[in-house]
């Protein structure tokens, strides 16, 4: 990796995406700026599979932006060719505006509290998994207190749904002296 370019790897499904067409979109932005190389990676290949534990893709599209220095920038589930996207997160890693320590800190505070959290089925592993993809790829703080925020009205509701659901289901329930509440 070059020491003066951001560096963006693209983390992308051949289930999904030609790679064709994304070496040529690749080839535009790299053209166009000559201060960020673009790396291709297919999380289909099996030769990738380090790489794709490395950055915890758990989602395609992936871009991963890195700066100069190889640290993780930024992390977003959009396409490769959301240029504008591209242009304005390179901006701000060559402005000296990403990564930011504090909205850092605070994500790995946050995502340091979740994984205390006893994940006994499948509803709680999937609100987890949706609030750590959407923490990554909160850039500000604004958009983690948006995502906090949001979160926290999802969870009520659901705590509420289930609610709803448990009465439901209580008034059909027969007594079983070896069931445990």
């Known amino acids: 990796m070059s020491s ?4 963006i790897i693209y983390f992308y499904s051949d289930m999904h995406e030609d790679e064709d067409e994304l070496s040529s979109v690749s080839r535009k932005l790299s053209q166009k700026r000559r201060d960020i190389n673009i790396h291709l990676i297919n999380i289909d290949d099996p030769r990738n599979e ?3 534990e490395l950055y915890e893709v758990n989602i395609v599209p992936l871009l991963v932006f890195l700066t100069p220095r190889g640290e993780i920038a930024a992390r977003l589930s959009v396409p490769l060719s959301a240029e504008d ?5 390179a901006d701000r890693i060559n402005m000296g505006k990403l990564p930011n320590p504090a909205v850092e800190e605070r994500r790995r505070k946050i995502l340091e509290n979740l994984k205390s959290i006893n994940r006994r089925n499948d509803l709680t592993e999937v609100i987890i998994e949706q609030i750590e993809t959407d923490l990554m790829e909160a850039l500000t703080e604004s958009e983690i207190a948006e995502m906090v ?3 926290v009205s999802a969870v009520n ?7 709803e659901i448990k009465k439901v289901l209580k008034r059909y329930q027969k007594p079983r002296n070896d069931f445990v509440v």
Do not use: F, G, R
């Open 4 to 7: 003066k370019k951001v560096e």
């Open 50 to 52: 380090e790489l794709t």
């Open 85 to 89: 996207v591209v242009q304005e997160i």
């Open 149 to 151: 925020n949001s979160h």
């Open 157 to 163: 509701h659901a705590i509420s749904d289930l609610e």
